[in-house]
């Protein structure tokens, strides 16, 4: 008769159970970088913005008021960039581009 070589049924829940455990470890951590890298895309969607909004500022004294549409229109930003800073939450208040 042959001999069966192979992984006993304990073994492989052992091997299961490293697996699981690992995954515990892993996705956490992996989770709070994905949060962190988002942060740091907003705040420099933000800078962008900010930045925009003062040269259309510098180029356009009696502005009051700035909407996105102004900067789109006028070459400040592409359509692009006002999605993104529109997905991020990001509101022009006066001259200030502040965070959702």
Not at 14 to 30: E, R
Not at 51 to 78: F, R
Request: proline content about 2%.
């Amino acid at each position: 008769m042959k001999e069966r070589r192979g992984f006993t049924l304990v073994e492989m829940t052992i091997v299961l159970f490293i697996i699981s455990l690992l995954i515990l470890i892993i996705l956490p951590n992996l989770n709070g970088q994905r949060h962190r890298a988002q942060g740091i895309h907003q705040r420099a969607m933000q800078t962008v913005v900010q930045g925009q909004v003062t040269a259309y500022l510098d180029d356009h004294p009696t502005s009051e008021t700035i909407t996105y549409d102004q900067l789109l229109k006028t070459g400040y930003l592409t359509r692009q960039q006002v999605a993104q800073a529109q997905q991020e939450h990001l509101k022009i208040t006066g001259n200030e581009v502040t965070g959702g």
